[in-house]
């Protein structure tokens, strides 16, 4: 997990934001920024960029390296400090709290606003690079891939999917996004994989679940990340998580996606609850899904 920026928000003035954002701007073309580039990609004064630098960098903003030259980039704090400062002059949030959840390629944190929310800062291409799409402004040189770009479109693909299929599919409600983050709706309940379910409510939330599936193909998406681990139990039903792997239903491999979404669930439950849920025709109930049809999984038991 990354340190939460939160604490020093308040110590940092707009010049700081300045610089940051050109930090940002010149890793469009090189994953480290020159010095003397950044007066230009700030607008500061070199004086000012000397200064704002040792001030970014001591609070673990900016990080530095020499090479053939002496430069910076952004640190995944210094761009969860830019996409705070949007979030704040929209107002759409006005504190954050404590982490809700960590995991490889995100974090989530507790944000305080008119109604309890959640703030997702994705990680994606930071820790773990990953091939993306290769149809992209972001960056100049189409052999630099920034993980900036990375977590950004992963940020966007979630919100994407979310504001498609919200409220039809049981998903937290989206907020708002910027650069790599996206404000939701926060969700209490019991992760799937932690939840331990009585022998009658086995086939009755496996019936919650793939119906959630099913209505967001119907809505134009496919999940294709399906998991126990992205699924949380609540008083109303299910809720599914993490949407940025989610493709339209148009894509070409939407379709085969989807089957896996089906086989995922089942898969859990199979090994979870041998005695409730044996063999099923997966080609017969992913089909169901796929034309919306889907009532219960127990007519397609074997």
Not at 22 to 43: C, H, I, N, Y
Not at 235 to 244: A, I, M, S, T, Y
Not at 283 to 291: K, M
Request: proline share 4%; charged share 30%.
């Amino acid at each position: 997990m990354v340190e939460n920026v939160a604490p020093v928000m308040a110590e940092l003035e707009a010049e700081d934001f300045h610089l940051l954002s050109g930090v940002e701007q010149g890793m469009r073309f090189s994953e480290w920024v020159a010095t003397d580039k950044l007066p230009d990609f700030s607008r500061l004064t070199s004086e000012d960029v000397d200064y704002r630098v040792d001030r970014c960098e001591q609070r673990g903003l900016l990080e530095r390296k020499t090479i053939q030259y002496v430069g910076f980039r952004l640190t995944p704090r210094g761009y969860d400090a830019l996409a705070l400062h949007t979030f704040s002059e929209r107002e759409t949030i006005d504190g954050v709290g404590a982490p809700l959840g960590v995991g490889k390629e995100s974090d989530v944190y507790e944000v305080r606003s008119y109604r309890p929310l959640a703030l997702k800062f994705h990680r994606e291409g930071y820790t773990n690079f990953r091939e993306v799409d290769r149809e992209r402004e972001y960056t100049a040189d189409r052999d630099h891939v920034s993980w900036l770009y990375t977590a950004r479109k992963a940020a966007e693909r979630e919100y994407d999917a979310l504001e498609t299929v919200y409220p039809a599919v049981s998903t937290p409600r989206p907020i708002d996004h910027n650069r790599h983050g996206v404000v939701m709706e926060r969700v209490d309940g019991v992760e799937l994989a932690r939840a331990a379910l009585e022998d009658d409510q086995v086939i009755p939330v496996l019936d919650l679940l793939i119906r959630e599936v099913a209505t967001a193909y119907r809505e134009g998406y496919v999940h294709a990340d399906v998991s126990e681990y992205n699924v949380f139990l609540t008083e109303e039903g299910v809720v599914l998580f993490d949407w940025p792997q989610a493709v339209p239903t148009d894509h070409a491999n939407a379709g085969d996606l989807l089957r896996r979404d089906v086989e995922n669930a089942l898969g859990y439950f199979q090994r979870k609850h041998p005695g409730r849920v044996g063999g099923v025709d997966v080609s017969g109930l992913t089909e169901a899904v796929r034309t919306d049809e889907f009532e219960t999984v127990t007519e397609f038991f074997e």
